[in-house]
T-cell receptor, first 115, second 112 residues
């Protein structure tokens, strides 16, 4: 089945530690995205990538880093510089459509908590 | 600045009691408006895409409509399984592959 796989489902970070969230898709989509969701809040964009080896900062990129070495993969690293990392992280992908808006397909999310 | 505002934040309905959720938006060049459903602890599930004012789409008990400034998600005769958070999002600009801008969502609770 085609889809987006995020792992792990739950992740705990110790102070000063970097952690990496995995996102893999087999939908052959060009664009991939990372969003952060806090309780009672909408989704806020961290980073997105429209093509391999290229990515752009979103609204809240500070304290995060990404790479896009393969079309299928878009891992997110939460660095120690991110002082408030506890949140639900969502990865998504889309297939660009020159005619109109492109819907995003989402993974099942990773809940990150600080120990 | 592009932005999306959803209201109400929370809505409680009795089973069978129809209502509407609102999504107002301000964007420079709308490429599409999207409605998603999100269950607790899960990723959003796509419901509808609307592209231009006057457009309507239906799926079971849900109907989405679009004007130049807002969209409504009408829920007819809701059931308890319709309980979820409903997210509205817009894609703006003239370039494919740009990210969606989300509202904070409306949490719907339907009791039997």
């Amino acid at each position: 089945d085609g889809g987006i796989t995020q792992s792990p489902k739950y992740l705990f970070r110790k102070e000063g530690q970097n952690v990496t969230l995995s996102c893999e898709q087999n939908l052959n989509h060009d664009a991939m995205y990372w969003y952060r969701q806090d309780p009672g809040q909408g989704l806020r964009l961290i980073y997105y990538s429209q093509i391999v080896n290229d990515f752009q900062k979103g609204d809240i990129a500070e304290g995060y880093s990404v790479s896009r070495e393969k079309k299928e993969s878009f891992p997110l690293t939460v660095t120690s510089a991110q002082k408030n990392p506890t949140a639900f992280y969502l990865c998504a992908s889309s297939h660009p459509n020159r005619v109109g808006g492109e819907k995003l397909f989402f993974g099942s999310g990773t809940q990150l908590s600080v120990l | 600045e592009d932005q999306v505002t959803q209201s109400p934040e929370a809505l409680r309905l009795q089973e069978g009691e129809s209502s509407s959720l609102n999504c107002s938006y301000t964007v420079s060049g709308l490429r599409g408006l999207f409605w998603y459903r999100q269950d607790p602890g899960k990723g959003p599930e796509f419901l509808f895409t609307l592209y231009s004012a006057g457009e309507e789409k239906e799926k079971e008990r849900l109907k989405a409509t679009l004007t130049k400034k807002e969209s409504f998600l009408h829920i007819t005769a809701p059931k308890p399984e319709d309980s979820a958070t409903y997210l509205c999002a817009v894609q703006a600009g003239d370039q494919a592959g740009t990210a969606l801008i989300f509202g904070k969502g409306t949490t719907l609770s339907v009791s039997s």
